[in-house]
């Protein structure tokens, strides 16, 4: 079920980051929906879903991070 769109993403995604951050999360829940699709690729047991989500949540974490309830971008090192 990869989202065409942001505003195809669940509301507790869409909730929570701000735009830039959705892109991530879609562009990389869709990549890992298409990688997992065979379940030998997958760990455990997970399903493809969860699987998915869980990349797309890593991805946005490269990027941003949460300061109280709200994403922020990471600031660059120095």
């Given at each position: 079920?990869?989202?065409?769109?942001?505003?195809?993403?669940p509301d507790s995604v869409k909730n929570r980051l701000?735009?830039?951050?959705?892109?991530?999360?879609?562009e990389a829940f869709n990549n890992a929906w298409e990688q997992?699709?065979?379940p030998k690729?997958?760990?455990?047991?997970?399903?493809r879903e969860v699987v998915s989500?869980?990349?797309?949540?890593?991805a946005v974490k490269t990027k941003y991070e949460?300061?109280?309830?709200?994403?922020?971008?990471k600031k660059e090192a120095a």
């Open positions: 079920m990869p989202y065409n769109t942001n505003k195809d993403l701000p735009e830039d951050a959705q892109d991530i999360y879609r997992y699709a065979d690729e997958r760990r455990g047991n997970e399903s989500h869980k990349v797309a949540w890593t949460k300061q109280g309830d709200k994403w922020v971008p």
